[in-house]
């Protein structure tokens, strides 16, 4: 343990001086081995220490993406979980692409717009197993008294993070709130693990969702907060500036497809390749109502401070 972390531990200051220093600082010694053998649990998230926060998670990380899943961004949702060994938990049940995911063993291949979609469990972990991730779980039902089962929830008692697909947010909603899953959602974050998502994953994180066809409630794990995945490729920017005008109460975040927002505590940073947005008068871009942030740069939730990492 170093200085800092002595500190933060409580153990420091001592005041080492006159004949009483060599005693103090035997002590001190003796204390910092005994905490420098405490094991930590391989494969499992760290717990950070909780502080008061206003809009992010006290505990935990959350990610939400645009809708991709690149490498960079999984990589980071990996290094949250606790690295490649953690259990991660993968949950399609927001994918429906004209039909549901089916129940229980997922074999499923389906042609979308002249694109194979693969609803395999191996299709649907490939990009976490592509980050590195070796132990992903895939769970899924739309019966919300499966969902409400200890033997359904087991795997989110273990698991280091959870990663949500993308589709259409109210069947994740439909399926999940207000049973245990929704709580074990809840527990992991405590504990200081990792939710993340792409897309309509993304959206549930939020309190509020996007308001096309219409307003919902989501888990609110980022409190009076709304995610807009797909910025500019479906051209969301007018109306999440409409949006953020309207209802000053709620941040409104919007992100590219290849980009994410990672969040810890009341700390927004960008990552991936895309590009992110918020809400306000950005002097790069006079007449534009919303702020251009790149990867590095961050968002002070609380404080609606933008700092640039350039």
């Known amino acids: 343990m170093n200085h800092d972390q002595a500190e933060r531990s409580g153990l420091m200051p001592f005041t080492l001086c006159c004949a009483n220093a060599v005693i103090v600082k035997r002590v001190l010694i003796g204390v910092l081995a005994v905490f420098s053998v405490i094991p930590q649990v391989a494969g499992q998230a760290t717990t950070a220490t909780p502080g008061p926060t206003k809009v992010g998670p006290p505990r935990g990380t959350l990610i939400g993406t645009g809708g991709g899943t690149g490498l960079e961004i999984m990589s980071e949702f990996i290094k ?15 994918s429906s692409f004209g039909g549901d995911v089916p129940e229980g063993n997922m074999t499923s291949r389906r042609i979308v ?35 409400n089962s200890d033997n359904f929830v087991a795997p989110l008692k273990r698991a280091g993070g959870v990663w949500t697909t993308g589709g259409n947010p109210d069947l994740f909603m439909e399926a999940y ?14 504990r200081g ?9 993304a959206i549930i994180l939020g309190s509020d969702g996007p308001p096309a066809p219409a307003m919902t409630r989501y888990f609110g794990f980022l409190r009076n907060a709304v995610f807009w995945p797909h910025a500019t490729s479906t ?13 000053p109460d709620l941040i409104d975040l919007a992100v590219d497809e290849p980009a994410a927002w990672l969040i810890k505590g009341d700390i927004a940073t960008v990552i991936g390749t895309g590009r992110a947005y918020v809400y306000g008068e950005d002097p790069r871009n006079p007449g534009a109502h919303y702020i251009t942030l790149r990867s590095g740069d961050q968002y002070n ?8 990492s350039r």
């Open 193 to 201: 693990g990792v939710i993340g998502g792409a897309s309509a994953g």
């Open 113 to 147: 717009g002249g694109i194979v979609v693969d609803f395999t469990e191996q299709g649907m972990a490939a990009p976490l197993k592509s980050a590195g991730a070796r132990n992903v779980q895939v769970i899924h039902t739309r019966d919300r008294n499966v969902a």
């Open 80 to 94: 949250a979980a606790g690295g490649p060994d953690a259990l991660i938990v993968l949950i399609p049940t927001s």
């Open 235 to 247: 051209n969301q920017l007018p109306a999440f500036q409409t949006h953020a005008a309207q209802h």
């Open 177 to 190: 709130s207000g049973t245990k899953m929704e709580q074990e959602l809840r527990n992991l974050l405590d």
């Open 301 to 308: 939730l609380a404080t609606r401070a933008v700092v640039r």
